[in-house]
């Protein structure tokens, strides 16, 4: 394409954000370069993408179905309780499991590739290492849910699995991981983006958490209250270390993507990256306030989890500063507006951990369905909305085509966001409600369960929000993979009877 | 990968699908910003601040709820227990907590009952006398105070049978004058012994008398007190105190 010299496009200097001119001749060639380039390395990727988000969204189907049953059976318990392979003790791990591996680990390593290929500015090497890993991902999955209904679940929360599945799934980590470090090792450009250290760190910090747990509960097993101690950590750290950095990283690159212009500070966002890291492994035991451990362990995640506002106060203020000035973008963007609810409900995830965490009232809310709003807070409000948000800007460029119904992303969107929103209000007041009946002797403790029974009830109702949300995307996503998207020139914006007006932002 | 040379692929890559039409096939790509950039804003002096408080408040908390970092302590709020162990009357034993004797079961089975065993009838086998009707145990609390401080070396004679040359090790480094106290006021009440209790300002004068003493008595250093010498400061049965200097044991060597 380029004549003679080839530019290399990383050292032309940033257009600043507000001046629509450039100077025409560098530009242009620039320009010319670097789309041959995204379009080489978009249609390497295309295959084991679609393929990860596909799988993802499949298990995402079966994950809510199984989710609806968890729900529906905490205040309907005869539901389908002729089958033993329904009842609520399978699955609800079950559907932990499948939205854990299945959905969450699968959309994000499909994120992750395809923004490891672009910023490593390679085209995909060795799609059948990934597609093999896929396979095997898939694999394992699918015999681990099959075993937690049969009966095998170990009975480790977030380890259901049993160690059958577990092997499979450890061969398609390495098959992925070992496809990651290629990527990384031939990439091209001298600097690194700050999205890539939160990748590269996910990919070595999720074998570490899932390795080490393992082992020390299943092949050398440690005694006695130290599993749940070791449970815990793990949890925590598959959240923050695993679906945390991944979401982090992602955000990290949509954002200033979508918006064309860089990322407020390097300086916050390495303050920010090494603090997470340094104070995330740390947290997971203030589960276990009031428990038979040493104080001090517990108080040590306590005070980690404290500090873990430093992490959160950086990026936050970072992608904040990014943002200013453009938030209006959010009316058409459906990737933005996606991105920055999970950046915004990160923040609230981060500071809702701390306040559950302090021992005043970890004592109330640990045992009470607060927790599952926690959980569901980091993983879906967070992790999940951010990977919708990526979805939303991958497909386009993996199939040729732009989504087709404005109306459907945006029917998706808000019964993503008030689902979610209305679950964790749910859980998290009916927590509150659930720990201080609990707390209050002259309660028994069939009374003090039977007071959450509305705000499980309202659950269902969110849950069915949700499901819609999932429906309508499962659907348009279908639709995108089918080629029956729309051929345009222009993305589908959320309101687009108002493109004109924000043709040159976007 | 070199632009130049990849022309040809490029058309190939481009070709999505059916779509004939490159321009609107690649109008994503097109469209597209650079990829991102960090920008160099310096780090805010609020975002300092607040890096500060989470830092102070972290640490706050730790020094507060860490129970003293013992392995042992699961209270939080640990801390205050080690001061209300100070010097009880010797009768007010009775605290809050644990009596006196309660403490020095604890103090008992962790430091001495594997030689003296549990039931404190020791094991002769091994030259480990008893405790359980013992005259040392039962007797002044001065010769008991001086073995468990400075350590015993053997032969002993106890209740007429003769103990090897099994060798008891001081304790003055390993347990404070509360402890000692305790685990004397329990052994001098358990097994059927009837000696009085035993308070820690009582040990702390002793320990203080035999702080340039060698280790380890013998059994002649013992018989050199009366059998009765009671530690100054106790028991309204103590013998005198002045007296009771006189008696203290010239160094064996």
Request: glycine fraction near 10%; include cysteine; charge should be neutral.
């Amino acid at each position: 394409m380029t004549p003679q010299s080839p530019i290399n496009p990383a050292e032309v200097p940033l257009k600043a954000p507000s001046s629509g001119v450039q100077t025409p001749d560098s530009e242009v060639t620039t320009h010319d370069v670097e789309q041959v380039e995204r379009a080489l390395i978009d249609a390497s990727t295309r295959l084991p993408v679609l393929f990860f988000y596909a799988s993802a969204i499949v298990w995402l189907l079966l994950g809510t179905l199984l989710a609806g049953f968890t729900s529906w059976k905490l205040h309907a318990p005869d539901l389908l309780a002729n089958y033993s392979w329904l009842t609520w003790g399978r699955i609800r791990p079950a559907h932990m499991n499948v939205m854990v591996y299945g959905w969450a680990s699968m959309a994000g390593i499909g994120t992750a590739i395809w923004l490891m290929a672009r910023l490593c500015r390679v085209t995909l090497r060795h799609p059948l290492l990934l597609i093999a890993g896929g396979v095997f991902w898939n694999l394992g999955v699918l015999l681990g849910v099959g075993g937690i209904l049969v009966g095998d679940s170990t009975g480790y929360e977030w380890l259901e699995f049993p160690p059958y599945a577990t092997v499979v799934l450890f061969v398609a980590y390495s098959l992925v991981v070992s496809w990651a470090m290629l990527m990384f090792r031939f990439r091209r450009g001298d600097n690194t983006y700050i999205t890539q250290w939160y990748l590269l760190g996910a990919f070595l910090w999720f074998p570490w958490v899932y390795g080490a747990t393992q082992i020390m509960l299943f092949v050398v097993p440690v005694q006695g209250v130290m599993q749940s101690a070791v449970t815990w950590w793990f949890a925590n750290n598959l959240l923050f270390l695993w679906f945390g950095a991944i979401g982090l990283g992602t955000a990290y690159y949509m954002i200033p993507k979508v918006i064309g212009r860089p990322v407020y500070s390097y300086h916050l966002a390495a303050i920010g990256f090494w603090t997470y890291a340094l104070f995330a492994s740390w947290t997971g035991m203030q589960r276990l306030v009031d428990g038979p451990f040493p104080a001090w362990m517990v108080t040590a995640s306590i005070a980690a989890t404290i500090l873990s506002i430093i992490p959160v106060a950086t990026v936050g203020l970072n992608h904040h500063m990014t943002m200013r000035g453009y938030f209006g973008l959010l009316r058409y963007s459906p990737t933005l507006r996606f991105t920055v609810f999970g950046s915004f409900a990160y923040t609230a995830f981060s500071l809702l951990g701390v306040f559950l965490s302090l021992r005043s009232i970890a004592g109330y809310v640990h045992f009470t369905e607060a927790s599952i709003a926690y959980s569901h807070l980091g993983l879906y409000a967070f992790f999940t909305m951010i990977i919708f948000g990526s979805m939303y800007y991958i497909v386009p460029r993996l199939v040729g085509r732009e989504w087709r119904y404005a109306a459907l992303i945006k029917l998706h969107f808000w019964s993503s966001a008030y689902g979610v929103g209305l679950m964790v209000a749910m859980l998290f007041i009916g927590g509150i409600a659930q720990g201080s009946s609990m707390h209050d002797p002259s309660l028994s403790f069939s009374e003090a369960t039977d007071s959450i029974l509305p705000y499980l009830r309202g659950r269902s109702v969110s849950g069915m929000l949700l499901t819609i949300a999932h429906l309508i995307f499962a659907f348009h996503f279908g639709l995108m993979l089918f080629g029956l998207g729309r051929t345009a020139s222009m993305p589908t914006f959320l309101n687009p009877q108002e493109e004109e007006a924000v043709k040159e932002h976007i | 990968m070199n632009e130049r040379a990849s022309g040809g692929h490029v058309r190939q890559g481009m070709d999505y699908g059916e779509d004939a039409d490159v321009h609107e096939v690649h109008s994503a790509i097109q469209r597209e910003k650079r990829e991102p950039r960090a920008g160099m804003e310096p780090l805010s002096i609020w975002l300092i601040v607040v890096y500060g408080l989470a830092i102070f408040f972290g640490g706050a908390y730790l020094g507060r709820f860490s129970g003293n970092f013992s392995g042992d302590s699961l209270d939080p709020a640990l801390i205050p227990h080690v001061k209300t162990q100070g010097p009880n009357g010797p009768g007010g034993a009775q605290t809050q907590e644990l009596s006196q004797a309660d403490r020095g079961k604890k103090i008992f089975s962790a430091n001495c009952a594997v030689c003296h065993q549990p039931n404190g009838l020791g094991a002769a086998g091994q030259g480990y006398p008893p405790l359980a009707g013992s005259e040392y145990v039962n007797g002044g609390t001065r010769r008991l105070g001086m073995i468990v401080l400075k350590g015993l070396q053997g032969p002993l004679t106890v209740k007429g049978q003769s103990f090897g040359a099994a060798v008891m090790q001081p304790w003055d480094k390993t347990l404070s004058d509360a402890k000692i106290s305790d685990v004397l006021t329990y052994i001098r009440q358990e097994w059927g012994n009837k000696g009085g209790p035993v308070a820690a300002a009582q040990i702390a004068g002793l320990r203080k008398e035999l702080a340039s003493h060698p280790d380890s008595f013998v059994e002649a250093d013992l018989k050199a007190v009366p059998e009765d010498a009671e530690l100054p400061g106790g028991e309204p049965a103590g013998a005198k105190p002045a007296d009771a200097k006189n008696p203290a044991p010239a160094p064996p060597k």
